[in-house]
């Protein structure tokens, strides 16, 4: 059984940065893609951004494209998604999900597991 559990969320002003941790517990993240996920207030989940189990394939979101970034350290187990440059628009709960099969997938469906999710606040 795959654990995730996010942190770094909070309260930022328009133009700041945050980063997001994912760290895995139950399996080793090298044996999983990876991905982050968004859900605005009142909104559906949408995709941010995913990394593939060898760390070598990302995407991204076309509203996230330059300024977020997501990286593994296999070593700790965890996955990041470092934000800059952040927007009032990019306040959402953050999720972060893992799946079995080798491809990132953008839609909620294709993915196993799911952690508790954080809170990202960006005040204009």
């Known amino acids: 059984q795959v654990t995730l559990v996010e942190s770094g969320g909070g309260l930022v002003q328009a133009g700041g940065s945050l980063r997001l941790s994912c760290a895995a517990s139950g399996r080793t993240v090298t044996t999983l893609t990876m991905a982050w996920f968004r859900q605005p207030p009142g909104k559906e989940r949408e995709f941010v951004s995913g990394t593939t189990r060898s760390g070598g394939g990302t995407e991204y979101a076309a509203s996230v494209k330059g300024r977020f970034t997501i990286s593994r350290d296999n070593a700790k187990n965890t996955v990041y998604l470092q934000m800059n440059s952040l927007k009032a628009e990019d306040t959402a709960a953050y999720y972060c999900?893992?799946?079995?099969?080798?491809?990132?997938?953008?839609?909620?469906?294709?993915?196993?597991?799911w952690g508790q999710g954080t809170q990202v606040t960006v005040s204009s």
């Open positions: 999900a893992a799946r079995d099969g080798s491809l990132v997938w953008t839609s909620t469906p294709g993915y196993d597991h």
